[in-house]
């Protein structure tokens, strides 16, 4: 069948042979001199880009480039083509790597919880801020943002203008109100062209009437002849003025989070390799559902949270992560890792909106600053209580003997300090910068009522083995205590080994190897959790490898070794006991070191004022020796791991709320009992039950997640009391005749200049 070759609505010419190509369905797309450039295949692209062969682009350069997912994305954003099958997945990143690689813009200081790995394991101090990235190239302001520029830039002229007009003598005043007019519809102008509005504003309505109230009470005066009417005509278009200035403060200061939250939605909506009726195609990751096989092989992005299922590969667990993680089958990856060596396959858990680096960014309906308890609560007492508390202030103004239009006018004063300036935005900032800078170090909130019980967290359980060891345990000590050698006790404790799951198992086997000693094969095996093995060995006779609690539980006697037991527990060791038929035969000693940058996590929970709290299966001179050697006072010894979540609860009923930081797999009893749940290495798992998921198995994120929730959680409350409060002051204030009346909106306009610096220390 011939080429159709009738130009079609978005068909252009090929830059480098001059063939007709369809936009949409182009097999190769780049962006070359800032220009859309549609090929007809790989190596028109390559002769294009080395040669630049073929006649110019001229109809490339005006046709318009296909639709994206969101309106949100960048305009460097490659455009979606049409899924295309192919016969084995693109390994390069040539073709399929999405444009713009730029590092994701800074968040203007949003909370100081940006830090980079300490140079050493025992490193006491707080890590190091990273130098600030480059900032994303930004898009062009559009049409209706130079139309806001226009009516904000006339607006506060001519509330400016309205007071300095008294200068200029009795014939210039009489155009107060009217100046102040044009002011208030500038107010309202720019309020339509902000529609859709950022959900974690106060709503325009409110922040507009308070204005316009102002605005009212100086046209009745003027109308009814009030003495006072030309300063309340000056005081309205000062508060139309101040409305428009702080209206632009806080938007300015939210540039930096909508440049991270456009950075990370362009990033993440890259091309994916899927299957598809057995075939492999490549589509948009945004078109992936959930459910769905994907791959990835050598230098590929992944675009979805996935479950890897076949392969092994090692990749930058999350998007533009500087470590490098192995990943097989039964690991989790998230959106925006890549692979760097190796080829996955791996069965979709999270798409769309719900991946977990964008779940708390692209939702507004799930974002903290919106539907987080602390900015709500703050947003719907501004909008529901504002009338309220201008009632209140008229009610003391009347009480004060003032007469009823100038308890109106502090009325409308009051309204406006606490809804028209804005600085419920600056409160929102500090929550939406929250998650945003946890994200930049593999850390992710499941929701923003999760976000707000972590900032909320005063203990952090830290589960012993999941979290501050390395869970590579050596044998440092073999010895008899009978006549058996001490190649049957290991031969013994390696046999009983094989049923057990616990870290020490690995260790029992490699040292039996390694000694040229076989395993002594066991029978009905038993393992019980935290304890240890019963079983019968080769012989018949009853064998117990395990705790000192299982031995005893088992009616054998420890008291022959109890001195060198209690010995090698106070030097931090971890001790298996050995009996058989019912006689204890032996010990086996053995040592498992502090992960990298334990003591580091561990100051940090303290610097936040999050008491730590060491929980352990181990011995209470094991636990002791470990917890002098991170810091940490309150430990909790011999817990079996059945008996955590209890043992956590029991934390929390003097009112505490309990963070417990431990592994998905291993620590899950106490994890479900903690009220903020912690889950290393679990940041794209299915089940999604954690409130904080980890895509690093590095406790020192762990830790880092907490001290950036408590952060956030003061700055707000630091932004609340100097956007608000002074606000709330001067009402009072201006209600009691304190002051004059053109304080109020000064003070407010300043409480928010306060609010503004202190977001960006």
């Known amino acids: 069948m011939e080429r159709e070759t009738k130009p079609i609505a978005s068909t252009v010419a090929c830059p480098s042979c001059g063939e007709p190509v369809d936009a949409l369905r182009a097999g190769h797309v780049a962006i070359l001199d800032g220009v859309f450039r549609y090929f007809c295949d790989e190596a028109c692209k390559r002769a294009f880009v080395l040669g630049r062969v073929g006649p110019p682009p001229s109809e490339v350069e005006t046709a318009e480039p296909p639709r994206v997912q969101s309106a949100a994305r960048v305009a460097a954003e490659v455009p979606s083509p049409e899924p295309k099958v192919v016969s084995a997945p693109v390994a390069g990143l040539d073709e399929r790597a999405p444009t713009g690689t730029a590092s994701p813009p800074p968040l203007d200081a949003g909370p100081p919880s940006s830090v980079t790995r300490p140079s050493s394991a025992d490193d006491r101090l707080a890590d190091p801020a990273p130098a600030p990235p480059q900032t994303a190239e930004a898009a062009p302001p559009s049409i209706a943002g130079y139309a806001q520029h226009l009516v ?19 014939s210039a005043q009489s155009s107060r109100l009217a100046l102040a007019t044009v002011a208030l519809f500038a107010c309202c102008a ?79 909506d890259v091309p994916t390799e899927v299957i598809r009726a057995g075939v492999s195609v490549t589509v948009r990751a945004s078109d992936i559902k959930r459910g769905e096989e994907v791959t990835a092989a050598t230098g590929d992005t992944l675009g979805v949270d996935a479950r890897v299922i076949a392969g092994e590969a090692r990749v930058t667990p999350w998007l533009d992560s500087d470590v490098e993680v192995p990943r097989r089958e039964g690991d989790a990856v998230v959106a925006g890792a890549r692979v760097v060596a190796g ?22 309906a799930l974002r903290p600053d919106v539907v987080g308890p602390l900015p709500r609560r703050v947003r719907l007492s501004v909008e529901r209580g504002a009338l309220v508390a201008g009632a209140v202030v008229a009610a003391i103004a009347m009480a004060n003997r003032a007469s009823g239009l100038d308890a109106v006018m502090m009325a409308a004063v009051a309204v406006f300090s606490i809804a028209g300036t804005h600085a419920v935005g600056i409160v929102a900032l500090h929550q939406a910068r929250g998650p945003i800078s946890a994200l930049a170090h593999g850390v992710v909130f499941r929701d923003a009522a999760a976000f707000d019980r972590a900032g909320r967290a005063d203990i952090a359980v830290l589960c012993s083995r999941s979290t501050l060891l390395m869970g590579a345990l050596e044998i440092v000590a073999l010895e008899t205590l009978s006549s058996l050698d001490v190649g049957r006790v290991l031969a013994l404790a390696a046999g009983s080994s094989t ?8 260790a029992l086997l490699e040292a039996a190897h390694a000694r040229g000693e076989p395993p002594e094969a066991v029978r009905h095996a038993n393992y019980h959790a935290g304890l240890g093995v019963t079983a019968l060995a080769a012989n018949g006779e009853r064998l117990v490898v395990g705790s000192r609690g299982l031995l ?45 940058g334990a003591r580091a996590a561990v100051q940090r929970l303290l610097d936040a004022g999050i008491e730590p709290v060491l929980l352990s299966g181990e011995a209470r001179e094991t636990c002791e020796t470990i917890g002098r050697a991170v810091d940490v006072g309150h430990i909790r010894p011999e817990v079996l791991p059945q008996d955590r979540g209890t043992e956590v609860r029991a934390l929390a009923d003097g009112g505490h709320v309990v963070a417990v930081l431990g592994s998905a797999d291993a620590d899950g009893e106490a994890l479900g009992a903690a009220d903020v749940s912690v ?73 928010l200049g306060a609010a503004v610096v202190h977001a960006r220390r």
Do not use: M
């Open 343 to 364: 080829r996955l396959r791996a069965v979709t858990t999270w798409s769309g909106s719900d991946r977990a680096w964008l779940k708390l960014v692209d939702a507004p």
């Open 190 to 268: 720019r309020a339509l062209l902000t529609i859709p509005r950022d959900p974690s504003d106060v709503h325009p309505v409110v922040s507009t009437l308070s204005v316009a109230g102002v605005w009212g009470v100086a046209l009745y005066a003027r109308e009814g002849g009030e003495p006072a009417a030309l300063g309340f005509a000056s005081l309205a278009g000062l508060a139309a003025a101040i409305h428009l200035v702080s209206s632009a403060i806080v938007d300015r200061a939210r540039e930096g989070v909508r440049s991270a939250r456009a950075w990370i939605q362009q990033r993440l």
């Open 552 to 596: 005893l539980r088992e009616k054998v006697s420890i008291a022959l070794a109890e001195s060198r037991v209690s010995q090698l527990e106070g030097e931090g060791r971890s001790v298996t006991l050995v009996a058989l038929g019912g006689r204890l035969v032996g010990l086996v000693a053995l040592q498992d070191g502090l992960r990298p």
């Open 499 to 506: 049923v057990s799951p616990h870290a020490s198992s690995a």
């Open 679 to 751: 889950a290393l290495g679990a940041a794209g798992a299915s089940p999604g039950d954690w409130s904080i998921s980890l895509a690093s198995n590095d406790v020192r994120d762990a830790a880092r997640a907490l001290a950036i929730a408590v952060e956030t959680r003061q700055r707000t409350r630091v932004a609340i009391a100097l956007g608000l409060g002074p606000a709330a002051v001067v009402s009072v204030a201006i209600a009691l005749g304190l002051v004059p009346l053109a304080l109020g909106p000064l003070v407010s306009l300043a409480g």
């Open 152 to 170: 904000a830039g006339v607006g506060i002229a001519a509330g400016c203008l309205t007071p300095a007009l008294g200068l200029l003598g009795p």
